[in-house]
């Protein structure tokens, strides 16, 4: 065995959570090399939003980039053919979909009302 393979997941870079689920590891961030410096880890972190700062919670499952639902899927492709909107914009309305639809369980008729008349404010 290498000496400097990562010491939590042996090396192979990956490891199973709670959930059963097989996830990157959170000491070695997948690559199964051992993390002499704490630099790797502060890059990595970095790269992030502040607002989604996140200490020692590496091992979750992955963040979702897209509504589970069927309205909410239809209505987040409204918005990313929306000509007048900025790629910012649809990212945040993307993830107001993503948010609205954890909270609520699905799209309510209101919310999709909400979110068009963000994408088409002369409709
Ligand atoms: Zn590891």
């Not at 410096?37 to 890059?43: K, M, P, T, W």
């Not at 970095?46 to 590496?58: F, M």
Request: charged fraction near 25%.
């Amino acid at each position: 065995m290498s000496s400097d393979s990562c010491g939590i997941c042996g090396g192979d870079g990956r490891i199973g959570n709670s959930f059963g689920l097989t996830t990157k590891c959170p000491s070695c961030h997948g690559t199964g090399r051992r993390n002499s410096e704490e630099s790797l880890f502060r890059d990595v972190t970095k790269t992030k939003p502040s607002h989604h700062r996140q200490a020692n919670k590496e091992v979750v499952a992955p963040k979702q980039t897209w509504p589970a639902s069927h309205a909410g899927a239809q209505l987040a492709n409204e918005v990313q053919s929306c000509p007048s909107c900025s790629k910012e914009i649809m990212a945040r309305l993307i993830r107001e979909i993503i948010d609205h639809e954890i909270q609520h369980g699905t799209c309510t008729q209101t919310f999709v009302k909400k979110i068009r008349k963000q994408i088409r404010p002369l409709v």
